[in-house]
């Protein structure tokens, strides 16, 4: 390791070893960070996305500048250019004085535009155009302006199916998707969830002077649950499991919730029989599944086919079957 590798402020690196997923997501931020490349973050809510975007600013050369996150799902579309990008005094009703854009708090630093996918189509227009030459202008200006700054992004919608329905601009799709990171569900990395867990509770303890501990049993019923939610879940659990006199109690109602309520198991009813059950939970998983491929491939069905190991015809079937239709048309 290099002198310079060793005074890296790399103060995010706990939450990036806690499983060979993570790891892999932390030599990816390494081996970008001093490169100004554009990164698409993706993942389920609640996956640590907003961390993965912060750890890339932390450990690259821009450090020092601004970071600033834009949430694109949490401002009305017809103030989000304004917000991204300023406006002039007069450029439109309400506009008493000019105003700097979050594109300008961040030169220097990183630009984080989280929620991408909620882009209004127009606004994707003039970013793709922003990020081809970082220069634009205020909203009712004329005058160019120009940042230098990095531009991440980050979704938890499947980005395929948005642009086959023509919600998501392709261009803008590959412009940004330069680098890709895939943040796995907190599921697919349970190894983590014991160290987050002891993470949490201390934490948690601190914050509310407790001094709680967790029974071995509570911690594996942690282990195996679902975490639908994913480490946001996890967190607020852990949250009220310190703050809670009946905490544990919770987790146990908790988890058996998990197991027959709206999870992804089918709900067994008296009326039908078990192999009734068998069949409906084979239905829909076929149906997902095919919705998946076909979104992925954006209905591209010979492809599709391959991808499912089925012939054309079958495939054909199964998606008349299931009352599927190609988004476009419908
Ligand atoms: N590995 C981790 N260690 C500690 N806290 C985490 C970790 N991953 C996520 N969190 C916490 O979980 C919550 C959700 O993370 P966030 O990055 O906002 O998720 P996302 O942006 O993917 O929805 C935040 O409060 C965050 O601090
Ligand atoms: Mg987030």
């Known amino acids: 390791m290099s002198i310079a590798q060793e005074l890296d402020p790399i103060s995010y690196s706990p939450f990036l070893d806690g499983s060979p997923q993570m790891r892999a ?22 996956v640590g996305k907003d961390l993965v975007a912060r750890a ?26 304004s917000e991204l990008f300023g406006h002039e005094k007069g450029a439109f009703t309400g506009a008493h004085r000019r105003k700097p854009g979050q594109f300008e708090y961040a030169n220097k630093g990183t630009i984080f535009l989280d929620e991408i996918a909620e882009l209004p189509l127009a606004l994707q227009a003039k970013l793709l155009h922003v990020l081809q030459d970082f220069r634009f ?28 329905r023509g919600e998501f601009r392709e261009d803008l799709y590959y412009r940004l998707n330069v680098v890709e990171i895939v943040v796995p569900p907190l599921r697919e990395r349970r190894e983590e ?46 949250r009220r499991l310190v703050v809670l006199s009946d905490g544990e109690q919770e987790v146990e109602a908790m988890v058996a919730r998990g197991r027959t309520g709206h999870g992804s198991a089918p709900r067994l009813t008296v009326a039908e029989g078990l192999r009734e059950v068998g069949r409906r939970g084979a239905r829909e998983a076929e149906r997902k599944a095919l919705l998946e491929v076909l979104e992925s491939v ?11 190991k089925v012939c054309y015809k079958t495939l054909l079937t199964k998606i008349a079957e299931c009352g599927l239709t190609p988004p476009l048309r419908r």
């Open 25 to 46: 997501i932390g030599t990816v931020i390494e081996n970008i960070a001093d490169t100004d490349a554009t990164v698409l973050i993706r993942g389920e809510s609640g």
């Open 56 to 81: 890339i600013h932390a450990a690259s050369s821009r450090r020092g500048g601004p970071f600033v996150r834009v949430n694109c799902a949490a401002i009305p579309s017809q103030l989000l250019e």
């Open 137 to 164: 202008s205020r909203v009712g200006g004329h005058e160019l302006l120009r940042v230098d700054l990095r531009v991440i992004a980050a979704t938890n919608r499947n980005l395929e199916g948005a642009l086959a």
């Open 193 to 238: 969830i014991p160290k987050l867990v002891s993470r949490f509770l201390a934490r948690f303890n601190a914050q509310y002077g407790r001094h709680k501990e967790l029974m071995p049993e509570t911690l594996a019923r942690l282990t195996e649950y679902t975490w639908s939610g994913n480490v946001r879940e996890l967190e607020n659990v852990m």
């Open 298 to 308: 954006r209905w591209n069905r010979a492809e599709a086919a391959r991808i499912l």
